[in-house]
């Protein structure tokens, strides 16, 4: 008798899956323990699992459809066998393109199970990737070259070509001057250096300016302005991509977060000079060894330990009740193609900062990759999102519930501040902002957490103990 392979729940809040691909081709032999597709939930890519021994007789669901928790995804038996008497789906549902609620009055989002359902095909990662631009200039304002040397030199006018010595045209390449509208000094109205150092500083002898050419929907036609080239038309194509499972999950979870949890923010600034020295000295000594730990790699240790002095902020609201947690799982933000996710490094109370930056490094490399499994992901109790890396110098962090609060980290800047003996010196800043639940973390038990998690940024020392 064949079995009907359904789609199993991946995650704990897993309600529906995306196909992928399909790493077996209907036919092939199969044995238990055997991978035979990819399969999207809402927070990463999972390989399905075979647990029947056989052929694979059909593939129920196709490349790119949403199929729910419970519903059929393929079917495994003996070759040949007739699969008549099974009951299954026999066509598929369009999935039509969400349409936007009212920026007023955002509509929940809800995902029920549902039988396999078929949209647009999909390519093998869900994301889709904006059109590549056309070739620009490295460094339009000072009129840098494009890919032919020559194209400055090129004539606005169709038909005309203007007569241009070869040093002149490489000298209108990199001044961004067009040779269409110069009129030459050289013999036969050749256009020779003087005449585009000429025009480059304004006092050339020009022609009429030719009418500007239409611009066609979707093109982007460079312009000359002022010597400097400028570009016109659309930046990217129009179009509507349909929400994977990860964004829907991420929206509804963040719409939930942000209107259910009365959020408020505390902000310190810290001496990161201490820190920045610390990192250096250590990664110096030990790069042979192959370590090497980040500022963030830091302040997970630090959280970890700041908890440890004000353990009342690692807690969760249960409604009925305030959760006190006994363990610090520290999740981290990391920002992927389709979203972002929060990898969990478990009992980070008993890691040091080597273990921690080690398991972090994985776990970053692994969620870019889409490959978490659902336990390294969920049951974080504190959260850190750090943009400091992309310049961001101060930002206020959405909570990831259940948990009570959220770190967020700015960039390190160099600044004035007041040295010893009130003298001004050049000093290394970091901001940091901590959002609460204000019904679990009042003000002064933040600041509390706070003034700990600075007194050990501060003395960085004490985090590798």
Partial sequence: MPTIIDMPKLSDTMTVGTLVKWLKKEGEPVTTGMMIAEIETDKATMELECFDDGVLLKQVAQVGDQVGVGAPICVIGKAGEDLSGLKLPTAAAQVSAPTPAPASTPAPVSVSPAPAV???????????????????????????????????????????????????????????VDVSRLRGSGPGGRIVKADILAAADGRGSFVTSPAAPSVSPGTTTPLQVAGAAVFRGPVAEEKVTPLSNMRTTIARRLLEAKTQIPHFYLEIEVDAAPLLTVRAQINTALESRGVKLSVNDFILKACVEALRRVPAVNSAWETTA?????????????????????????????KSVFEIGAEAKTLGQLAKAKKLKPEQYTGGTFCVSNLGMLGVERFSAIINPPNAAILAVGATVKKPVVGPNDTLVVGQRMALTLSCDHRVVDGALGAHWLAALKDLLEKPALLLL
């Fill in 322 to 350: 305030i959760r006190q947690q006994g363990a610090v799982h520290i999740a981290f933000a990391v920002a992927i193609e389709d979203g972002l996710i929060t990898p969990v490094i478990r009992d980070a109370h008993d």
């Fill in 118 to 176: 078929k949209r647009e095909p999909a390519p093998a990662v869900t994301t889709v990737q904006p059109p590549r631009p056309a070739p620009a200039p490295e460094n339009p304002i000072a009129g840098a070259e494009t890919s032919a040397t020559s194209r400055a030199a090129e004539p606005a006018v169709p038909g005309a070509r203007a007569k241009v010595s070869p040093l002149a045209r490489r000298l209108a390449a990199d001044r961004g």
